[in-house]
């Protein structure tokens, strides 16, 4: 496959719940933990990360004004949502 060529990747509950409990863990989320969702949802990490362990460990998932990321709007976005943590990737 080549690169940017969509991928199939199967997600079974228990692979999802297993990802989920590993990064709420790792990143030790709770209720008073607010993101702001900067990964598109249909990427895996984006979806698994970003939103559900927000979710699963109580906290606030907060959605770019914009509907999408801005570099121009992060900080203030990030401000405003009172979010103590995201999760991005790395452009070449």
Not at 9 to 31: E, F, M
Request: proline share 5%; hydrophobic share 45%; glycine share 10%.
């Amino acid at each position: 496959m080549g690169l940017g060529t969509p991928k199939i990747v199967p997600l079974t509950h228990a692979n999802l719940a297993a990802s989920v409990a590993g990064i709420r863990s790792r990143y030790d989320l709770g209720p008073g933990d607010a993101t702001l969702v900067v990964m598109p949802l249909f990427h895996g990490y984006g979806l698994v990360a970003a939103l559900l362990a927000t979710l699963v460990s109580s906290g606030a998932a907060y959605l770019p004004a914009a509907r999408r990321f801005s570099t121009h709007l992060f900080w203030d976005e990030i401000t405003s949502a009172k979010a103590t943590w995201y999760t991005g990737g790395q452009t070449k």
